[in-house]
């Protein structure tokens, strides 16, 4: 499935904005509460077949006293294509009380085709036809435009999935940069919104959500330090609070 894969050229950014052996890892906060959870974003090479591929997995849940109101714990994980940065395959799994969601999807770039599958409720599962587009999930996505350095003015679409959902997303930079406080210390950061500008609203951007993604520009590392995603009712924000290098 991987022969013939478009491969990214000498001296361009990776293909994958994560590389083998790099996390990050967030503090989520609620509104006025400091700690609600962690959000552990980690990538590592591993062989699949005669294949190296790069599995990024996404593990999030919620801590503290939060924690017996909302007994939250999920698991993302994604394979790409070390070379293409393509999305191979994707699988979500989390539970919150007595539900429980677990679900995959499996691209082919040969039939253009994605097999979405959910292991709860079956009749769901179905099979979507793939843009011409490369598609993400929602994490990664984000995170790749730490290598985008978008100027005041600009703007640039990305494919993004989420559970048996294609969409773009149309992603602008604030005019004005920020300055940002983790645990890490201080950076300034320029502001990232992304929105769906080019299909109807889906999802949570359909619900009236807003998102924004702060990209430090102190140093070459361009760290994704702050998340935040605005709800009608609260706002959740994952601040940076520790980094792990690449191998």
């Known amino acids: ?3 013939g894969l478009p491969r990214a050229g000498a001296g361009e950014p990776p293909a994958v904005a994560l590389r083998d052996g790099e996390s990050l890892t967030y503090n989520v906060r609620w509104g006025l509460i400091p700690t609600v959870g962690r959000i552990k974003i980690s990538a590592e090479a591993i062989k699949q077949g005669t294949e190296s591929v790069l599995r990024v997995t996404t593990t999030t849940w919620t801590r503290g006293p939060a924690r017996a109101v909302f007994p939250f714990d999920g698991r993302g994980e994604s ?4 070379k293409s940065g393509l999305l191979l395959s994707s699988s979500e799994w989390s539970t919150y009380r007595n539900k429980e969601v677990k679900n995959s999807v499996l691209f082919d770039y040969v039939k253009m085709t994605a097999t979405f599958t959910d292991d709860i409720h079956p009749e769901k599962s179905r099979t979507m036809a793939i ?3 490369d598609p993400s999930d929602l994490i990664l996505a984000l995170i790749n435009t730490r290598f985008w350095d978008l ?3 600009a703007s640039r679409d990305t494919l993004v ?3 048996d959902q294609i969409y773009p997303l149309t992603i602008r930079p604030e ?3 920020d300055t940002v406080f983790t645990a890490m210390g201080f950076f300034t950061a320029q502001v990232l919104v992304p929105r769906m500008e080019k299909s109807a609203p889906i999802g949570m951007f359909k619900r009236g959500s807003t998102v924004r993604v702060w990209i430090e520009t102190d140093d070459a590392r361009r760290l994704p330090v702050r998340f935040e995603v605005g709800f009608r009712f ?3 924000t994952a601040t940076l609070i520790e980094y792990q290098p690449p191998k």
């Open 151 to 153: 100027k005041p003015g």
């Open 131 to 133: 843009p011409n587009e």
């Open 1 to 3: 499935m991987l022969a």
């Open 79 to 82: 394979i790409y294509d070390t």
């Open 161 to 163: 999935i989420f559970e």
């Open 234 to 236: 609260g706002t959740g």
């Open 175 to 177: 005019p004005e940069t």
